[in-house]
């Protein structure tokens, strides 16, 4: 079966920059999951192959993707409600949008001027939306950041950029917390949550945890405990009043001054009270889609501070050894992996066999699949 490829450079010397020329279909040993518009991901969203990249550039590495999540904000991406572009490269001729902004590489190829990475590298990328739903892909040497090797297993490395990254940059930004001090979060039980819980216990944080009601609520207050959480309780509990109360006697030496926010609306408001004087409130989600209204009576009287973070926003202003010491700090939390599936893409026999898994998987997800999915495209 033949399969039509252009290519701006190859070895091949049949084919030269902008000339289209024929491959077999057997040698195209890549695939990515690409979209051309912005939608329903269980619709837009495609398995496509391309054909194999030619030698890197001098500054750049060629990198061979091993495992990309799928977060909640790369179905935003896919969705066209998140503020963030796909990346959009050229695949056998055609452009398209390359989905996935988290992901494990190992570096295959290296440039002749690149110093400080080699063959055999892990790495994860530096910048956002690269498009790491690929089997491979030619990146800046300045735009990927090399991990501790022998320290991490390959899920923790693949998840290891966005949530637990965000997870220790706010514990560390805003406020300086000392051992016994308290945390206040909602969306205890996502992948942030469970981080910043682990990394908080580590250091003898305090942390007190919200999350949605449940049929498993007892189950899933369990599994937060064993990472280390001191209290977990479900939005409901924000209309008894002796939560104030308990709140206030735990805290009595060491009012709460860190508050996280990944979700809004009303019930974040209500959060709020648990707070102390001089605290700052961190939003770095919506996960309700309602707007977060804030009683002025806070700012005037307990001088709450209320940010936002965003760690592709932290990954711009900080230097490449500086993300690389954030990787190592990271790796010796020693973090437990997040429950998840390695949907494995590479090894079906045509892209829309792929295309069937990939949209199956995704429409499990939508309906609340609670783990996460990892791509393997090659």
């Known amino acids: 079966m033949l399969s039509r490829c252009t290519t701006r450079l190859t070895r091949n010397p049949s084919c030269a920059v902008s000339f289209r020329c024929y491959i077999t279909a057997r040698a195209i040993s890549n695939r990515a999951v690409v979209f051309t518009e912005n939608g329903d991901p269980t619709k837009v969203l495609r398995v496509q192959s391309y054909e194999p990249a030619p030698p890197p550039p001098a500054d750049s590495v ?66 956002a939306q690269v498009g790491t739903w690929s089997s491979s892909r030619t990146l800046r040497a300045e735009d990927v950041i090399k991990l501790p090797a022998n320290e991490l297993s390959e899920v923790n490395a693949a998840t290891i950029s966005v949530n637990p990254a965000t997870a220790y940059n706010m514990l560390h930004q805003f406020v300086d917390l000392k051992e016994g001090d308290w945390v206040l979060q909602n969306g205890g039980n996502s992948a942030v ?157 045509s892209d829309e066999a792929a295309t069937q898994r990939l949209r199956e998987a995704l429409t499990k997800m939508e309906q609340g699949y609670g783990k996460k999915v990892l791509l393997r495209l090659g």
Not at 78 to 104: F, R, T
């Open 62 to 127: 060629h990198v061979r993707f091993r495992l990309s999540p799928i977060n909640p904000s790369d179905i935003n991406v896919v969705q066209g409600v998140y503020p963030a572009k796909p990346m959009q490269l050229e695949l056998s001729g055609a452009n398209v949008l390359v989905g996935g902004n988290e992901g494990l590489a190992e570096i295959v190829d290296v440039g002749s001027s690149v110093t400080g990475l080699q063959k055999g590298d892990w790495v994860v990328p530096a910048i």
């Open 193 to 349: 949550g469970q981080a910043v819980i682990q990394i908080a216990a580590r250091k003898g944080i305090k942390t007190i945890n919200f999350v949605r009601n449940r049929p498993n609520l007892d189950q899933t207050m369990l599994q937060l405990a064993q990472l280390g959480a001191t209290h977990v309780f479900s939005y409901d509990a924000l209309t008894d009043k002796s939560l104030a109360k308990h709140v206030k006697q735990w805290t009595s030496n060491s009012p709460i001054r860190l508050m996280l926010n990944c979700v809004g609306g009303p019930d974040t408001t209500a959060m709020t009270r648990l707070l102390g004087d001089n605290a700052h409130l961190v939003s770095y989600g919506a996960m309700s889609k309602k707007p977060l209204a804030l009683p002025t009576s806070l700012f005037i009287f307990k001088n709450l501070v209320a940010q936002g973070f965003w760690q592709s926003t932290w990954y711009k202003q900080h230097t490449r050894q500086e993300r690389e010491d954030l990787m190592k700090t990271l790796a010796s939390f020693k973090l437990k992996e997040p429950e998840h599936e390695v949907l494995d893409l590479s090894t079906d026999a």
